[in-house]
């Protein structure tokens, strides 16, 4: 289980990897993943602002309450309101950065597939990732609601919902990553709910990195280029593993070819 944990974290990191040898390629990520982040962060700075407000909203009944019981009960539910709200928001900031970019992300979607030797023939359109988009953001709620009520579960609610958030958050990240591949290839809902199910350690060990690369100031914007190539990797190892016979893992993606006059080429 842990190592399968830790090669769905190898999994993103190959992924950063490739921001070595497909500069070009991931840098086309970059702008919508930095149009997404601005839109959420002139979301959050309001919650952080009114945060105070909102709490003593939610807890009318502390008002009569003695130091330092009343600011305890509301500092608590004011941090597990921030956890709800960064795991609403990694799904969010997902489900828009690759409906604004697309095009973009499709073609760094296609250049790994080409590195690892396939020619992806199948589209996932435009629509396509909108529906999946507004899916996560639902699904992204919920998680979002269900951590705001495991903290108000006393003593331990703030550590365990931090916990659980990211866990279910960091499968639902996967998930939506992994789209490209599973549905280019005409994989039903279904065989790929039990690929991911297969490598449910390996999955989430992917999202769950890939959450926490999000929370890292503006790391959000280099992290979304590399988890849709590592998500790529991801799935290939998905897909390898559930063919009998086959490796357990991808190999590396072969660089781009030099430009002519190159000393490489």
């Not at 599973?182 to 809902?189: P, Q, S």
Request: net charge positive.
């Amino acid at each position: 289980m842990i190592r399968e944990f830790g090669t769905g974290v190898g999994a993103l990191l190959r992924g950063f990897r490739m921001w070595k040898s497909h500069t070009g390629l991931l840098a086309l990520g970059l702008i919508p993943a930095f149009i997404a982040w601005a839109l959420l962060l002139a979301a959050l700075i309001p919650l952080v602002i009114w945060l105070g407000p909102i709490t003593d909203w939610m807890t009318p009944f502390a008002d009569g309450w003695t130091a330092p019981w009343q600011g305890v009960l509301r500092f608590g539910l004011g941090a597990v309101i921030v956890v709800a709200a960064l795991a609403l928001s990694a799904a969010v900031f997902t489900a828009l950065t690759l409906t604004i970019g697309d095009p973009f992300y499709q073609r760094i979607w296609r250049g790994i597939e080409r590195s690892l030797g396939e020619e992806p023939t199948g589209e996932t359109g435009f629509w396509s990732t909108v529906g999946e988009g507004v899916r996560l953001v639902v699904l992204g709620i919920l998680v979002a609601l269900l951590t705001l009520l495991i903290g108000f579960v006393p003593v331990v609610g703030g550590i365990a919902a931090s916990i659980i958030g990211i866990l279910l958050n960091g499968r639902l990240l996967a998930r939506e990553l992994t789209g490209r591949a599973f549905d280019a290839r005409g994989l039903t809902g279904y065989s790929r709910s039990g690929m991911l199910r297969a490598g449910r350690a390996r999955v989430i060990g992917f999202g769950v990195a890939t959450q926490l690369c999000f929370l890292v100031p503006f790391g959000a914007i280099v992290t979304m280029p590399a988890a849709v190539a590592g998500s790529t990797l991801l799935a290939h190892d998905l897909l390898r593993r559930a063919t009998p016979g086959a490796p357990q893992s991808v190999s590396e993606p072969a660089p781009p070819p030099p430009p002519p006059g190159h000393p490489r080429a």
